[in-house]
């Protein structure tokens, strides 16, 4: 059950697997690279690990002998005969599209303490999954995923960058958002067109208050429609007079773009509105 990536090739070979692209199937090949994941992520006996995306089981393997327990969601089922073979017995495999699962139900059958989310995810899928863990309110306290190097940097993105967008506002809202480590695209097989990062998310144990979330998700999307356009132009249809009011608070005027007001900010204006 140790996993060795010569044997992963084999299995799969023998198999007769098929990479497919249109499920973002690139799978690591590199022992030391899940070695560092698995060490990063401060994994033990009281944590519950949720993967998106198992592959033949690489991470897996490795998820399960530091983990209570081990909940994968694998789109692909042609993948069950390898992976069945490299995870322990305190892991279960899912077999379904993840975007569409009620992952707040599967908790139910888990006792834990913390709940993490460790995963090399699929690139074509990477954002809608982060959105989903917020959004369905999955109760994570971390999550540390392998990302495409570009999509990882926007969402740490900092005030008054071209990355910062509404997304790095809501992610940054509820964790803080760091980089983990570089990984170059040679750990894959097959070899993507793109390096990757491993990025870490923890959950903030303070959030600031917001008398409404959905008031103040709604207002950064709006505020961001249009990058270009200043937020008298985006927020035709709110209380300007009110938001003025807060921008005036902090030196600004209705001519500011969205990209270059802090998070602190946004939450004042939503908490005004
Ligand atoms: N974890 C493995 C590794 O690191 O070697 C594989 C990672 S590969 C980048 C992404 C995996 O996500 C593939 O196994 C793919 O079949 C799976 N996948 C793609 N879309 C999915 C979805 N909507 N729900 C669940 N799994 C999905």
Redesign the pocket.
């Known amino acids: 059950m140790d996993y060795s990536p010569k044997q992963m090739q084999a299995d799969l070979a023998n198999q007769q697997f098929h990479f497919?692209k249109k499920?973002?199937?690139?799978?690591?090949?590199d022992k030391n690279v899940?070695h560092s994941i698995v060490n990063k992520s401060n994994i033990d006996k009281d944590t519950l690990v949720i993967?998106?995306?198992?592959?033949?089981?690489?991470?897996?393997s490795e998820l399960g002998k530091v983990a209570k327990n081990v909940l994968c969601?694998?789109?692909?089922e042609t993948?069950k005969p390898i992976l069945e073979k490299n995870i322990h017995s305190n892991t279960t495999v899912i077999y379904?599209?993840?975007?569409?699962r009620n992952v707040q139900k599967d908790l139910q059958n888990y006792d834990y303490q913390k709940l993490y989310v460790v995963?090399?995810?699929?690139?074509?899928?990477t954002t809608p999954?982060i959105v989903k863990i917020i959004e369905d309110k999955i109760p994570v306290d971390k999550i540390n995923v392998?990302v495409q190097k570009e999509v990882g940097e926007r969402f740490k993105a900092k005030v008054g960058t071209k990355e910062y967008n509404s997304l790095s506002i809501f992610l940054n809202y509820y964790f803080n958002v760091n980089k983990l480590m570089d990984i170059s695209r040679n750990v894959?097989m097959p070899k993507p067109n793109v390096d990757s990062i491993v990025v870490s998310f923890t959950k903030k144990d303070k959030l600031i208050p917001l008398k409404n979330e959905e008031i103040f998700f709604q207002l950064i999307r709006d505020s961001f429609k249009q990058k270009r356009k200043t937020l008298r132009n985006n927020l035709k249809g709110y209380d300007l007079t009110k938001i003025e009011k807060v921008l005036k608070q902090h030196d600004l005027d209705l001519s500011v773009r969205a990209e270059a007001i802090p998070i602190e900010i946004f939450i004042e204006i939503a908490n005004h509105l």
């Open positions: 497919k499920f973002g199937q690139n799978f690591i090949v899940i993967e998106i995306g198992p592959g033949s089981g690489a991470l897996t969601y694998e789109i692909d993948l379904t599209d993840f975007l569409q995963a090399n995810l699929p690139y074509y899928i999954i392998m894959f």
